[in-house]
C-alpha cells in the first residue's frame, strides 16, 4: 500500500479541530482532519441530554457564523453545539476524515517529518497538532470499591435521571457538571447530596450583562497566567433554564444536602472533609469581588446599567452549613448511586515524542512544543484564560497556523537554495 504523504495532521475534530482547518486553509497549508468518531463527537455522546452551553449564544460561537434557530442570549442545547460545528466544517469544506483513529505518532529517523500510523494505514507529515482538547480520559477517583454495591459512573456516562436506581445519590464535585446534574436529580424528585470542593462562583448575569461579558469588558478573559493556586480551580457555572447564578444555599433550602470535600470511604461509611462553610464562602467571596469590580468599571466609565442590590444578598446559612455532616453511612442514607463530576486528565498515549514533561503533561509555548513540528491546541490556559473556550480556541488557532506557514516559507527557501546550488 502506498504511504498518504500530507503536510500538516490535524488530530480530533471538535472545535478545535475545525477551528485549525479554517486558519490552516487560509494560510494555504495543505492538511487533513483526523476524527476517530463524528465531528464533535463529545458534545453528542459523553454529556448529559439536557446539557446547554454555558456561554449565551453571541459568545461562545466562531467569529465566522452565528447559530440559527437561537437568540444570541440563549444558552444552545448540546446537540445543536454539534450540528454547529459540522456546519461549520462544512462550510469551510474542511477536510475532515471520520471514523479514524490515530494510533500512534513517531519522529522519522534521520529526514523531516513523522510517521503516524491509524487505523486505516500509514501517513506520513510534516507537522502535527494534537487537537484533542483537554477533556480526553475522565477520571474518577479509585475510593469507593465495586463490592460497596453502589452504581458509580462518571459525569461523561451521565445522561438522565432515569438512569439512577431508586433512592438518594451523591455528586461528587460541585463545578459546573457536577452542580448541574445534582441540581436536575434533585428537581427529578432525588433526595441529593452534594460534596462541595473549592470553586470559584461568578454571577451568570450582574446589572443587565452575562458574565462573559463582564469577563470580556474587564479584561479577565486576556489574562495570560493564573493566579498562585487558581491553574486548576473549579468554576460554578450554569446556562440550564436560561441561565442562573449557581447558589449553594439556595439548592439547600431546595432539599439538597451539602458536604465538604470526599475524603475516604470505609465499611459503608464515606468520610467529608470539615471544609465545606470554607468551600462555600471562598465562593461568595469570588462573587462579590467580580460584583465590585463591575461596580467600579460603571462609575469608572460612566455606563448605563442598572443597580441590582439583590445580587448581593444571601441565604441564610442551611442546616448543613451550620452543622456539616463529616460522615455518612451510605446505607442508612439510602445512597445507591454515586455521580463523579471530577474532570478529566489529558491521554496523549499514541503521541511518542519528547513533548511532554515527567507529569505527562505538554512542554509547549502558546501551543507551541518543544518538540519541532508538534503542535497542541485547546489546552487550558493555553495562551490566556480564554483559550479553552470555543472563541478562545478559535484565536489559538490562527497563532499555530501563522507558526506553521512562516516554518513552511523558511524550508521553501531552503529547498529552492539548495536547487540553486545544484543547478549552478
Not at 486505516?120 to 484533542?132: K, L, P, Q, R, W
Not at 442546616?319 to 451510605?330: R, V
Request: hydrophobic share 40%.
Amino acid at each position: 500500500m502506498p504511504v498518504e504523504k500530507i503536510d500538516t495532521l490535524v488530530v480530533g475534530a471538535g472545535q478545535a479541530g475545525v477551528a485549525m482547518s479554517e486558519h490552516l486553509t487560509k494560510a494555504g497549508v495543505p492538511h487533513l482532519v483526523l476524527e476517530r468518531a463524528r465531528i464533535a463527537e463529545r458534545w453528542r455522546s459523553e454529556r448529559w441530554d439536557s446539557l446547554v452551553a454555558n456561554g449565551p449564544a453571541w459568545h461562545d460561537r466562531f467569529p465566522g457564523m452565528e447559530f440559527q434557530g437561537d437568540g444570541p442570549d440563549d444558552f444552545v442545547a448540546k446537540e445543536k453545539v454539534a450540528d454547529y460545528f459540522v456546519a461549520y466544517a462544512d462550510m469551510i469544506a474542511a477536510p475532515i476524515r471520520c471514523g479514524v483513529e490515530v494510533k500512534e505518532v513517531r519522529r522519522h529517523a534521520g529526514r523531516p517529518g513523522f510517521r503516524v500510523e491509524t487505523s486505516e494505514g500509514v501517513i506520513e507529515a510534516n507537522s502535527v497538532i494534537a487537537a484533542t482538547g483537554p477533556f480526553q480520559r475522565p477520571v474518577t477517583p479509585a475510593l469507593v470499591p465495586e463490592s460497596a454495591g453502589l452504581l458509580q459512573m462518571h459525569s461523561n456516562s451521565y445522561r438522565n435521571p432515569e438512569q439512577l436506581p431508586a433512592g438518594a445519590v451523591l455528586v461528587v464535585g460541585a463545578g459546573s457538571s457536577g452542580v448541574q446534574i445534582a441540581d436536575e436529580l434533585l428537581r427529578a424528585g432525588k433526595r441529593v447530596y452534594l460534596s462541595v470542593g473549592p470553586h470559584d462562583r461568578p454571577p451568570r448575569a450582574y446589572r443587565g450583562r452575562d458574565f462573559c461579558w463582564w469577563l470580556g469588558v474587564l479584561g479577565k478573559w486576556d489574562a495570560e497566567t493564573p493566579g498562585p493556586g487558581t491553574e486548576h480551580v473549579t468554576i460554578a457555572v450554569s446556562g440550564a433554564r436560561g441561565g442562573q447564578t449557581v447558589d449553594f444555599r439556595r439548592l439547600a433550602a431546595e432539599g439538597m444536602t451539602l458536604v465538604g470535600r470526599t475524603e475516604s470511604y470505609k465499611d459503608g461509611v464515606i468520610k467529608f472533609a470539615p471544609d465545606l462553610v470554607e468551600n462555600v464562602s471562598r465562593g461568595d467571596a469570588n462573587l462579590m469581588s467580580l460584583l465590585d469590580e463591575a461596580d467600579a468599571y460603571v462609575a469608572r466609565n460612566g455606563v448605563d446599567l442598572p443597580q441590582e442590590p439583590e445580587a448581593r444578598k444571601l441565604l441564610p446559612d442551611p442546616e448543613c452549613m451550620t452543622n456539616p455532616i463529616l460522615e455518612l453511612n451510605l446505607y442508612d442514607a439510602g445512597i445507591t448511586s454515586i455521580i463523579w463530576a471530577t474532570g478529566y486528565a489529558v491521554d496523549y498515549s499514541w503521541l511518542k515524542v519528547d513533548a511532554f514533561d515527567d507529569k505527562g503533561r505538554p512542554k509547549h509555548q502558546r501551543g507551541v512544543s518543544a518538540e519541532p513540528g508538534i503542535y497542541f491546541l485547546g489546552l487550558p490556559w493555553q495562551s490566556r484564560r480564554g483559550s479553552s473556550f470555543i472563541w478562545g480556541v478559535w484565536h489559538d488557532a490562527k497563532h499555530l497556523a501563522d507558526r506553521i506557514s512562516t516554518q513552511r516559507k523558511y524550508l521553501a527557501y531552503h529547498a529552492a537554495a539548495k536547487r540553486q546550488t545544484e543547478d549552478a
